[in-house]
């Protein structure tokens, strides 16, 4: 089997690897794969499209919100894989809300 093939046809036999249940040896063994393309492919494939790639979602000002507490640490959330969302000490529940909706509306 060629190794050079390009990024779609990887990307379809890591989907299809991951959704056999196999291991990756079991899998390249079966379908008569190179054991490391599918290892570097996988890592390649499971990486995020660069942020510029992803649309801006722009919302506006919240009313209300103490600056002072937007130094303190925030806490990083990975959606699905494919967002990545800080959210800071001061985010309140529902302007999240009006933040996963919009991104949401997106796809």
Known sequence: MNERRG???WSRQVAEW?????SKKAYCERHGLPYWSLCRWAGKVAQPPAPESQPLVE?????GVDVGAEQRAAIE????DRYVLRLWPSVRAAHLREVLAALEDVR
């Open 18 to 22: 991951r959704c056999s249940g196999l």
């Open 77 to 80: 959330l990975v959606v699905a």
């Open 7 to 9: 990024r779609e046809y």
């Open 59 to 63: 919302l506006g000002p919240l009313a």
